[in-house]
């Protein structure tokens, strides 16, 4: 998955400290709070998904939809259990209802269910509302990191 880098260099070398730090180091979405690596140019492309625009490149090659669950690193994936692999039989997306429902201020139990809601009821329409609500939640940047 293509992004603008929005992190410190070795970033990843600092996420299992920082996970246990947090007491979030057994759950499945990766996500620290006022996160330390984060660039201040990196805050301000996260803030309006602009980190995000060369997942077009992705959706043109065919590893991703516009619209699909969110991606998940490996490490997060490991942690799934069988309800939660539901959720790779289709697509990652640039977008989906974890992003116009609350984006970074959902908990895992929130953000799961909304993809295995997607996944279980996908219909064009839908892909439909969900990218126009996408524009609406990015302009609004509302619950972005």
């Known amino acids: 998955m293509l992004k603008f880098r929005s992190m410190k260099v070795n970033a ?11 007491g979030s180091d057994s759950t499945p979405l990766f ?12 805050r301000i ?15 043109l090659g065919g590893s991703m939809s516009l619209v699909g669950p969110r991606p998940q690193r490996a490490g997060e994936v490991a942690l799934y259990d069988d309800a939660a692999h539901r959720r790779l039989y289709v697509s990652p997306g640039m977008s989906g209802l974890w992003q116009v429902s609350g984006r970074s201020n959902l908990s895992w139990d929130e953000s799961i269910r909304l993809d ?5 009821n996908w219909s064009l329409m839908g892909d439909v509302v969900i990218l126009f609500k996408t524009f609406r939640a990015v302009f609004a940047s509302t619950g972005a990191v």
């Open 12 to 22: 990843d070398e600092q996420l299992a400290a920082l996970l246990i730090k947090q």
């Open 31 to 42: 996500k620290i709070e006022n996160d330390p690596r984060i660039t201040r140019l990196g």
């Open 45 to 59: 492309l996260r803030k309006f998904s602009l980190d995000e625009l060369p997942q077009l490149l992705n959706v």
């Open 116 to 120: 295995l809601y997607y996944v279980e």
